[in-house]
């Protein structure tokens, strides 16, 4: 995950077309990956995708850097998979309520393991980002989600705290309790040597279908 850089916020602020398409490039990748967590549905993340950044471009100006900008887009963003939830009449939240204070004290002194090694150690960083990604889709939503911030959008901790709007030890309970349903889903996964044989290997996103061009999503950029 790249964070753009403050003059390219200040810029795209200021009204630069050149700097708002340079934050949406920059970002549509990630922004894609937290609505398909949580919609589990590509056109429904795409369109959710085209929203957010239409929400970003009105919500702009109100960015003042107390936080990281791209904590501040993905909770909007989480916050839109919210709302689309919502409309759908899905009263189940996307995180569930913190875990007892027994087992958050435990875990606050709980050392933060490598990402790509940690929760199947036998397979290389390429084969696991794909075999994370299927067994990402099999998981619970919130475990889904907080694993995808975590792994996929390489936040840390205090970050997908903020954005999730959850104290910090309850995304570390998420994050340890959804690596274990993780490791449990790649043991008994089909081996993808066997997988290929059988069906076909998950469509990759196409990074050209998601790219938004300002100019024709927001007419009225030029005229502020």
Not at 77 to 87: G, I, T
């Amino acid at each position: 995950m790249a964070e753009p850089s403050r003059e390219t916020i200040v810029r795209a602020q200021q009204g630069d077309q050149q700097a708002l398409t340079d934050l949406i490039i920059g970002q549509q990748h990630y922004v894609y990956s937290i609505a398909m967590s949580v919609l589990k549905n590509a056109d429904d993340a795409a369109d959710l995708t085209q929203e957010a950044f239409i929400r970003l471009f009105r919500a702009l100006p109100q960015y003042n850097g107390e936080s990281r900008f791209t904590t501040w887009l993905y909770r909007l963003v989480v916050n839109l998979c919210r709302d689309e939830l919502r409309r759908r009449g899905r009263q189940a939240p996307i995180v569930p309520p913190a875990a007892d204070d027994e087992e958050l004290d435990a875990l606050h002194t709980v050392a933060d393991p490598d990402r790509w090694v940690d929760p199947a150690q036998s397979l290389d960083v390429n084969q696991l980002r794909l075999e994370v990604r299927r067994a990402l889709e099999q998981l619970e939503p919130h475990y889904r989600l907080v694993l995808t911030l975590y792994y996929f959008e390489d936040l840390k901790y205090t970050d997908i705290a903020e954005i999730l709007d959850l104290p910090l030890n309850t995304v570390k309970s998420h994050i340890r309790r959804g690596k274990e349903r993780l490791a449990q889903l790649l043991q008994t996964n089909e081996p993808p040597a066997t997988r290929a044989v059988n069906q076909p290997a998950p469509k990759p996103v196409d990074d050209q279908s998601l790219r938004i061009t300002p100019l024709r999503l927001l007419p009225g950029w030029g005229r502020r």
